[in-house]
């Protein structure tokens, strides 16, 4: 049965083993009040379907790129929209990487292609945050954003805030750039196989 999770990136599976680690239970929790207040929850219920993910995941696209355009007008708002998609994105992709009961891809395809738009989601709330607190051009943000998130630059530690925020970006990129990897090579596992008769 197809979990009704963030994305709907995965299967739960069945009694799954109870984690001994309290520190890791205490994050499973944090990421489950995450999921309980998401808007994703509201989407799923008018459209359960796996299609659900990916109009979740555009439509932040979406505004998320409305708050880097509007972001000197619409201010502490922008910013708190940036701040609640950042702990719902991050809290879902370590509750994939911590819950053994979601360890299970529905497809490998698919969630690659959903963790590139994460991707894309975090450079334009790094570029958001650059833009509200330097005044930067829209496109000096991006490119700004886009080296911090994919090569770990420090083109946007201007002051103390943006240093944070930069690593934040930085250590939320490494999560869904070790997702990715591990489905790349879950998906070049079950793409080749060698011959029978290989020595």
Not at 86 to 112: C, E, G, K, T, W
Not at 134 to 145: I, N
Not at 171 to 184: I, N, R, T
Request: include cysteine; hydrophobic fraction near 55%.
């Amino acid at each position: 049965m197809q979990s009704r999770n963030f994305h709907s990136r995965v299967f739960r599976m069945p009694e799954a083993a109870s984690e001994p680690s309290f520190l890791v239970r205490g994050v499973l929790r944090l990421a489950a009040i995450s999921r309980a207040i998401s808007p994703y929850r509201l989407l799923i219920r008018q459209n359960p379907q796996p299609a659900a993910a990916e109009i979740y995941v555009l439509a932040w696209l979406g505004l998320l790129a409305l708050c880097l355009v509007g972001i000197r007008w619409i201010g502490w708002v922008g910013v708190t929209i940036v701040v609640f998609r950042f702990f719902d994105l991050n809290l879902y992709q370590v509750s994939i990487m911590l819950d053994r009961a979601q360890r299970v891809l529905s497809s490998y395809p698919r969630s690659l292609v959903l963790t590139a738009l994460n991707l894309v989601e975090l450079t334009l709330m790094t570029a958001t945050v650059a833009r509200w607190k330097l005044g930067m051009s829209v496109p000096s943000a991006l490119y700004g954003a886009f080296n911090v998130v994919v090569a770990r630059s420090t083109s946007l530690d201007r002051n103390a805030f943006l240093k944070v925020a930069s690593a934040l970006a930085i250590v939320s990129a490494l999560l869904l750039l070790a997702g990715m990897l591990a489905m790349l090579l879950g998906l070049v596992g079950q793409s080749f196989r060698e011959r029978p008769d290989a020595s």
